[in-house]
């Protein structure tokens, strides 16, 4: 909304981010599953500390500054796995960029289908987000 509200977030995408990329390979690690993870030397419950600490610094980041967009933080990575597959490395720079589409496209639909105040994104995340999650529950 203002300038202010982007430097504020700034910093911690500077930093968070690129932490979070150089653990991609430790996150692909995690996810085949706990003993091959101990098998390959990784400290499961301390990555898993950092790793749950960088993902809620994040989150409360981006909250401070949008809030309150649920549906967005959890659309965008489950739609990302589908396009580029589960390695990290690429999936986190996609899930970044499809939620900054997906909350773009939600505003914007938005605030053109109800003049002159029109609908908040997180109505609209939440609107376009609940069939997606319906299919990926018929799916599996």
């Known amino acids: ?4 509200f982007i430097w504020a977030l700034v910093p911690w995408l500077a930093i968070l981010i690129p932490f979070t990329l150089c653990k ?10 706990e003993p091959v993870a101990i098998g ?24 401070s500054v949008t809030g309150g967009i649920a549906f967005i933080g959890l659309m965008a990575p489950h ?3 589908a396009l ?3 390695r990290h490395h690429v999936l986190i720079p996609v899930s970044v960029l499809l939620g900054g589409w997906l909350l773009l496209l939600a505003d914007t639909t938005g605030r053109h289908l109800l003049d002159p ?9 939440a609107l376009m987000g609940a069939p997606y999650f319906l299919y ?3 799916k599996s």
């Open 136 to 138: 990926l529950l018929l």
């Open 84 to 86: 580029v597959g589960p």
């Open 24 to 33: 991609a390979n430790r996150l692909d690690i995690l996810a085949l599953n």
């Open 79 to 81: 739609m990302a796995k």
């Open 40 to 63: 390959v030397g990784v400290s499961v419950e301390r990555e898993r500390l950092v790793l749950l600490l960088t993902a809620v610094a994040l989150a409360a980041s981006a909250v």
């Open 117 to 125: 105040d029109g609908i908040p994104a997180g109505i609209m995340a």
């Open 1 to 4: 909304t203002d300038w202010p």
